[in-house]
T-cell receptor, first 114, second 116 residues
Framework: ETGVTQTPRHLVMGMTNKKSLKCEQH?????MYWYKQSAKKPLELMFV???????ENNSVPSRFSPECPNSSHLFLHLHTLQPEDSALYLC?????????????FGEGSRLTVL | AQKITQTQPGMFVQEKEAVTLDCTYD???????LFWYKQPSSGEMIFLIY??????QNATEGRYSLNFQKARKSANLVISASQLGDSAMYFC?????????????FGKGTKLSVIP
C-alpha cells in the first residue's frame, strides 16, 4: 500500500451536491494536512490536524468541512461548492509538526464543480 | 510570513545534462527548513531533498543537490544527468517556526521538460 491514499481520485459534482474526500495514511504519522492546488497558483494550505486536533484553518470557507476521527484518517466534506473550488486537493501527513519533517503526499483528488 | 519565489515557469534540458532550478525565499525566522518536491502528471508530490538553515554543507540525495546560499536566501535545486523521467513540476517549499505554525509554504513551481 502507498503511504498516503486518497479517494476518490476524480470527482465531478454540482453546486448543490454534498460529497466527501477521504485520506488515509499508513505511515504512523501524527499530523495530517489538506492542501488545495489550483492552476497557476502555489499550493494553499487549508487545514492542519495534529494528534486529531485541528491546529490550522487558513480562512477556508465553511463550505469545506474537515474531519479527523483518528490520526490515520482525514476527511474533507464538501457542500454547496462554487466552480472556482475546482482544483486538485492534496492530503499529506508528517511525523510531527517540526521544521525538519517532510510531508508525504497522496496523489490527490481532482475535483470539478459544475 | 514566509514567501517562496520560483522565477522560472518552465525549463528545458537535454537528456544527460545538468539543470538548475531557481528558488529564493524570504523569512524573518532564524530557524527554517527548505524542501524540494517533484510532481509528475499523476499528481503526487514526491519529496526530493531537504536543507536546514543551520546545515553548513549543501544537501545531496543521489542526482539531486541543493545549492544553499543563506546570505542570498536562495536554495537552488541541481539535477545532474537528467533523465526523461525527470520531466515534471518542481516545487520549492519552506517550513519555519514563525507563530509556531510550522506551515509548509510552496512556490508556484517550475515545469521541467527533458528532451531526448
Amino acid at each position: 500500500e502507498t503511504g498516503v491514499t486518497q479517494t476518490p481520485r476524480h470527482l465531478v459534482m454540482g453546486m448543490t451536491n454534498k460529497k466527501s474526500l477521504k485520506c488515509e495514511q499508513h505511515l504512523g504519522h501524527n499530523a495530517m494536512y489538506w492542501y488545495k492546488q489550483s492552476a497557476k497558483k502555489p499550493l494553499e494550505l487549508m487545514f492542519v490536524y495534529n494528534f486529531k486536533e485541528q491546529t490550522e484553518n487558513n480562512s477556508v470557507p465553511s463550505r469545506f468541512s474537515p474531519e479527523c476521527p483518528n490520526s490515520s484518517h482525514l476527511f474533507l466534506h464538501l457542500h454547496t461548492l462554487q466552480p472556482e473550488d475546482s482544483a486538485l486537493y492534496l492530503c499529506a501527513s508528517s511525523q510531527e509538526r517540526t521544521i525538519t519533517g517532510e510531508l508525504f503526499f497522496g496523489e490527490g483528488s481532482r475535483l470539478t464543480v459544475l | 510570513a514566509q514567501k517562496i519565489t520560483q522565477t522560472q515557469p518552465g525549463m528545458f534540458v537535454q537528456e544527460k545534462e545538468a539543470v538548475t532550478l531557481d528558488c529564493t525565499y524570504d523569512t524573518s525566522d532564524q530557524s527554517y527548513g527548505l524542501f524540494w518536491y517533484k510532481q509528475p502528471s499523476s499528481g503526487e508530490m514526491i519529496f526530493l531533498i531537504y536543507q536546514g538553515s543551520y546545515d553548513e554543507q549543501n544537501a545531496t540525495e543521489g542526482r539531486y543537490s541543493l545549492n544553499f546560499q543563506k546570505a542570498r536566501k536562495s536554495a537552488n535545486l541541481v539535477i545532474s544527468a537528467s533523465q526523461l523521467g525527470d520531466s515534471a513540476m518542481y516545487f520549492c517549499a519552506m517550513r519555519a517556526s514563525g507563530a509556531g505554525s510550522y506551515q509548509l509554504t510552496f512556490g508556484k513551481g517550475t515545469k521541467l521538460s527533458v528532451i531526448p
